[in-house]
């Protein structure tokens, strides 16, 4: 009896052995099918000119393989946890997950693995896949593996992190520190399997830096490639990018000898569309146009649904714009590349190219509108001057285009354009002219004769109307010159500027840029030379100066901009440093203004010293003679927008809105400044607006976590209008978040009673039926959202992961992968809800007051979240403590006692009160004086006229957060060094 108990005993170990191995011999079978799937696809993209990419997304065969094989593997570590397979299983699992593109899935996989199996065989090989997850989500963290190890030394784990170490500085345009890392590995593992990607890669890096010195470099990495027996793909990348290379360095023999000997070799057949393509460029830029079509054509031809025909119809397409201006046919050719190959690199350049081109043609459209009303206004003007000969006034005429009409400015036949605008007309003729046209114009008047002059009645700025138009041909111009390639169109529209413009600060960064164009487009120094020079004589201090010095070997010089910007640091130390240095801020930065005109600085400057002689020293007549200035000197700055601005409200009666808006312009807030608009208080019983008030307090306290407190505003809430379903559903949200799943379904279910389609209690039901484990319930909610949001992101890609999920299948799907879908539910938008508050301003912290630390009060700080209720006024009505302790909730609610705010304002009608009473949140902190100095705050939370520590500090912060006037090109980041 004893033998026969051992017996049965054996049988059922060798029986639950082979179970738990079965399960994981099918996982590795599923694995390897899938893997073959990938490495096939994956060779098919490199050989149609497809991405590099670690991460490629597998197909969708090979997905389902992946998930078969992660399911097996799941089942031994769940069934047979004591089982010797259970590191296999799981190493298995989260490279599935990888493949998968489920890298957060695959980060938990392999972080518990290196836990638990420290001992593992895998060990460095789980480290490795788990920064391979946080490469392929940017997560810093991948590089910080990655160096461990390499810098452990252990074989193919180390010599492959040093490669991707290379492809995450390449990946980030850091080509010297790619090559760097390229070459550190090939230094230090001499017998590595991956020497041949790796010289590819060094020698990429080096052509990629565009520096002529270094494409020597590039060719000699490319020529080792042929010594480390590369693969063929490998060989022939290596090759194609040898000739481009020769090209780059003007061996244009060498060039196309290199690309027609790969056509030669029959083993790179599969790459004949790459080269073809590539002859193809070559014949394109040596302008042999009918030769470079003839290679697009006939990769089109030989490769069709292929990346590369997709890139040759983009070729083609370019070529038809850039070299014949046929823009209806390139059109063609780039809408026919989404059937060719849609989502392929070309399609996505195809209809960015597209793009372009509605928009000049909408530029086209405004500039020629503006042309003609200009147009319309100098002629009317003429013609009464003739008949007038005794007013005295005299103005010329402008020649009308009579086929096209005034202007056409057609976009790829730039030298058509005659301009129909007479640049820097005196302010007398403008007004002239404006009183001169026929009042049978009617609503046409005032904006023809804006459009007929280039000043303000207010200054010596530019008007509206021709601000918009310089814009529109800057934009033309960079279209052209950044997207189209087009670089005698771009120039013609940077001439145009300065033609049009001549008193504009902008004409010092058109002429740059047409000198640009000429050197950098289309190799043409002579062409640029007079620009350049135009540039050194007449803004001999400034940046652009110093760029075109430059491109003519001349010596640089110290820019105005730098000599103002550092006597500005110099003003800003002094009042600093002396308190009683406040009286001379203003004339301080009124000679800095002086001294440096047409600088940033400057510009800066005379807003600040306005805004001190306003709002300091009270002296109005002075502030506006600065802001008079700002208008006259510095036109284009930002700060002069905000001075129209400004005279605009108070014409309005607005100028306390206008300093709402700057508030809000300044960007980020001050600790005790932010607030959070939580719900409007009704000024009657109206039960709809009462339930809307308790309704949004309980959002609040829902985002908070607060959930009681949540819970307790959704009844309050139900209290004045019963049938609200968004109540229900964010009860049922809040009791699912605490486990509460069956109360969850019945709220989710009340939620569905009042509102049949709302989508999320269909993801709650799912959500909450899948938590207790029902799956039949879970699956049937399923359903029904993948019916009823089939057009968001996350369905979609769920349904082409799982075909059975489709409407038309229906297929359940067991727990298992049930529980790894995670669907999350459609964005609440909360935020967005604000919409329901009707709000036409929200209210904003005014003025804020630092709340005292409590005296015996223990710890470095506290924060205390308050409700306040903002009256009319812009005081605070109500004051009520959501969350914080004593003693700091009373020092909170004291200083919340002394804020002051700008009130909320609701859209009204003429002569009706817009003023409401809003709640907020306000985050107060409470923090020891010495602890807030240290953290660079201003414990009085005061303006201090006398010390000028936070002098006009609303406005500073405003205008160092604005941006900088435009400079070109690329900011001047890419001038020639």
């Known amino acids: 009896m004893i033998f026969l108990r051992l017996s049965l005993f054996s049988v059922f170990l060798f029986s639950s052995s082979c179970v738990y191995f079965n399960t994981y011999y099918n996982a590795q079978k599923y694995f390897r099918q899938a893997e073959k799937i990938r490495r096939t696809h994956m060779e098919e993209e490199a050989n149609r000119g497809g991405e590099r990419s670690t991460a490629l997304r597998s197909p969708q065969k090979a997905n389902r393989l992946y998930e078969q094989a992660a399911q097996k593997a799941w089942e031994v570590m769940e ?40 001992d593992s065989e895998f060990y460095d090989r789980i480290r490795y896949w788990r920064a391979l997850c946080y490469e392929a989500q940017g997560d810093e963290q991948a590089k910080e593996l990655f160096r461990s190890l390499f810098t452990a030394g252990k074989g193919e784990v180390a010599y492959q992190s040093g490669y991707r170490l290379g492809e995450i500085e390449f990946a980030a345009e850091n080509y010297a520190a790619a090559a760097q890392e390229y070459q550190t590995t090939l230094d230090a593992f001499p017998q590595a399997d991956t020497r041949a990607e790796l010289y590819l890669r060094l020698g990429e890096s080096f052509f990629a830096l565009e520096d002529s010195a270094r494409y020597a470099e590039s060719l000699s990495a490319f020529s080792r490639v042929r010594q480390e027996s590369p693969t063929t793909g490998v060989e022939y990348k290596a090759r194609l990018l040898s000739g481009k290379v020769y090209y780059a360095m003007g061996d244009v023999e060498s060039a196309r000898t290199t690309y027609t000997d790969l056509l030669r070799e029959s083993r790179f057949r599969p790459f004949e569309g790459q080269t073809r393509l590539a002859i193809g460029q070559y014949y394109q830029e040596r302008h042999l146009l009918d030769e470079a079509l003839h290679e697009y054509e006939q990769v089109r031809d030989d490769f069709p649904k292929s990346e590369s025909s997709a890139m040759a119809l983009f070729r083609t397409g370019l070529l038809y714009l850039q070299e014949f201006g046929d823009t209806e046919r390139a059109e063609e050719y780039f809408k026919e590349i989404q059937a060719e190959k849609s989502g392929s690199e070309a399609s996505k350049l195809g209809r960015e190219i597209l793009k372009d081109l509605q928009e000049l043609e909408r530029l086209r459209r405004r ?70 046209v026929p009042d049978s114009l009617g609503g046409k008047k005032a904006e023809l004769a804006d459009l007929s002059r280039t000043g303000e009645e207010s200054g010596g700025g530019l008007s509206s109307e021709a ?80 760029a075109a010095r430059r491109y003519l070997d001349l010596e640089i010089q110290i820019t105005a901009e730098e000599l103002a910007a550092e006597e500005f640091l110099g003003i800003e130390k002094l009042l600093v440093g002396d308190a009683e240095a406040i009286d001379m801020y203003g004339p301080l930065l009124d000679s800095l203004v002086q001294k440096y005109p047409a600088t940033r600085v400057a510009a800066r400057s005379a807003f600040l010293a306005a805004r001190q002689y306003e709002n300091v020293l009270g002296d109005t007549l002075e502030a506006e003679s600065r802001f008079d200035r700002i208008l006259n000197e510095f036109p284009s ?3 002069a927008k905000l001075v129209k601005d400004r005279r605009e409200n108070q014409r309005l009666g607005g100028l306390a809105k206008l300093a709402r808006g700057i508030k809000s312009l300044a960007g980020g807030t001050k600790p005790g400044e932010k607030i959070e608009i939580i719900a409007v208080e009704p000024d009657s019983a109206d039960s709809v607006i009462l339930a809307r008030k308790h309704f949004h307090f309980a959002l609040r306290a829902y985002l908070r976590s607060e959930f009681e407190k949540a819970l307790e505003q959704c009844e309050l809430s139900l209290e004045q209008m019963k049938r609200n379903p968004d109540v229900f559903y964010y009860k049922g949200n809040m009791l699912s978040q605490q486990g509460y799943n069956q109360d969850a379904i019945d709220e989710y279910h009340r939620a569905l009673h009042y509102n049949g389609n709302y989508l999320g209690a269909y993801y709650g039901l799912f959500n909450a039926y899948l938590s207790e484990g ?22 979609q890609y769920l349904v082409e992961e799982i075909p059975g999920l489709r409407p038309s299948e229906k297929e359940d799907q067991d727990l298992y992968i049930l529980e790894k879908l995670e669907l999350q539910h459609p964005e ?27 005296q015996g009060a223990r710890g470095d700080s506290a924060e205390v979240i308050l409700d306040i209720l903002i009256g009319r006024d812009g005081r605070a009505e109500a004051i009520e403590v ?65 010390t000028g520590a936070r002098l006009d500090s609303t406005f500073r912060d405003t205008v160092s957060g604005l941006p900088e006037l435009n400079d070109y090109p690329d900011n001047l980041e890419a001038l020639p060094k």
Do not use: C
């Open 79 to 118: 069934k047979f946890p004591e089982s010797d397979l259970v590191d296999d299983a799981a190493y298995l699992m989260g490279r599935a997950f990888y493949w998968q593109g489920n890298y957060l899935y695959a980060i938990r996989t392999f972080s518990d693995l290196e836990g638990k199996f420290p």
């Open 828 to 854: 609440d938008n909360l935020s967005l809800r604000q919409g329901l508050l009707r709000l036409e301003e929200l209210p904003l912290v005014r003025k804020i007051v630092a709340a005292k630390y409590p």
């Open 882 to 946: 959501f969350k914080g302790d004593e003693p700091f909730k009373s020092a909170a609610m004291e200083a919340a006692r002394e804020y002051l705010f700008y009130p909320g304002e609701k859209r009204s009608k003429k002569n009706e009160e817009n003023k409401v009473r809003v709640w907020v949140e306000l985050v107060v902190p409470v923090k020891p004086e010495e602890l807030a100095v240290a953290q660079g705050e201003d414990p009085g939370g005061q303006p201090n006229a006398r």
């Open 637 to 639: 700055s930002p700060f």
């Open 467 to 546: 601000e918009k138009l310089m814009d529109d041909l800057f934009d033309m111009a960079e279209i052209f010159r950044h997207k189209i390639e087009q670089p005698d169109s771009a120039a013609h529209y940077y001439a145009e500027i300065t033609r049009r413009f001549p008193q504009s600060d902008q004409v010092l960064r058109a002429l740059y840029a047409i000198a640009w164009v000429n050197i950098e487009l289309k190799g043409d120094m002579p062409a640029a030379l007079p620009f350049l020079e135009r540039i050194i004589e007449d803004y001999p201090s400034s940046e652009h100066a110093n």
């Open 367 to 436: 500039i020629h509108r503006a042309d003609s009303l200009a147009a319309a206004a100098t002629e009317t003007a003429t013609a009464i001057v003739d008949t007038s000969a005794g007013e005295g006034l005299k103005l010329e005429a402008v020649e009308v285009d009579q086929e096209n009409g005034p202007d056409s400015l057609a976009v790829l036949e730039p030298d058509r354009i005659d301009s129909l605008l007479t640049p820097a007309a005196p302010l007398a003729d403008s007004l002239a002219i404006e009183n001169m």
């Open 774 to 795: 029902r799956a039949d319930s879970a699956n049937f909610y399923l359903h029904e959202i993948v019916s009823r949001d089939s057009r968001s992101f996350q369905i």
